[in-house]
């Protein structure tokens, strides 16, 4: 099994700021990887699949990096309604799974 | 526009079974694989069980131990979980999500229900 690790856990950040999150594959996935954005009491929104795709309707702000084993997802300035928990996944292999999350919270 | 309604949640005792519907309406349910993913309080996203989007092939955690059945009616575009001997555990929110890609595995996933609450205790 493919194991996610995200960092920071936390973000604590401020309206207008960049926020870059990371996720790290403990093998190699290739491009395989998405993030997704979960509000509280919402289901998650996928935001980026094939590691820098944007899904439809989803705003220019979210960018997403890297292959292998290295990613990241940049929120290039943050509104907000941003203010959510990320997670990435993977489907390079199964079974397909998710790392543990990074909240962004307001400073 | 995609729509996937799951129902069928509640309070189950340890042991006890439970079944999970997903109706989804707004997409060509047979030509996507369809996924469970579920969510214990205040934990992360935990993939649970995909199928194929003729049925004929099915992946389950290893957690699950054989517990759980997935299966689809393309005919009525509805997705079901079928729970046996529950744990506490199996605490958690189920999702119904569709693969974003028709082609390829394991899927990512690009619409997802409102989820609903399965809590097992005595």
């Known amino acids: 099994e493919i194991v996610l690790t995200q960092s920071p856990a936390t973000l604590s950040l401020s309206p207008g700021e960049r926020a870059t999150l990371s996720c790290r594959a403990s093998h190699g996935v290739s491009s395989s990887l998405a993030w997704y954005q979960q509000k509280p009491g919402q289901a998650p929104r996928l935001l980026i699949y094939d590691a820098s795709n944007r899904a439809t309707g989803i705003p220019a702000r979210f960018s997403g990096f890297g292959s292998g084993t290295d990613f990241t997802l940049t929120i290039s300035s943050l509104e907000p309604e941003d203010f959510a928990v990320y997670y990435c996944?993977?489907?390079?292999?199964?079974?397909?799974?998710f790392g543990p999350g990074t909240k962004v919270d307001f400073k | 526009e995609v729509q996937l309604l799951e129902s069928g949640g509640s309070l189950v005792q340890p042991g006890g079974s439970l079944r999970l519907s997903c109706a989804a309406s707004?997409?060509?349910?047979?030509?996507?694989?369809m996924t469970w993913v579920r969510q214990a309080p205040g934990k992360g996203l935990e993939w649970v069980s995909t199928?194929?989007?003729?049925?004929?092939?099915?992946y389950y955690a290893d957690s699950l131990e054989g517990r759980f059945t997935i299966s689809r009616d393309n005919f009525k575009n509805t997705l079901s979980l079928q729970m046996n001997s529950l744990r506490v555990e199996d605490t958690a929110v189920y999702y119904c999500?569709?693969?974003?890609?028709?082609?390829?595995?394991?899927?990512?996933?690009?619409?997802w229900g409102q989820g609903t609450l399965v809590t097992v205790s005595s």
């Open positions: 999500a569709k693969d974003l890609k028709s082609v390829g595995y394991p899927p990512y996933f690009d619409n």
């Open positions: 996944q993977q489907r390079s292999s199964w079974p397909p799974t």
């Open positions: 707004g997409f060509s349910f047979s030509t996507y694989a």
């Open positions: 199928i194929s989007g003729s049925g004929g092939t099915t």
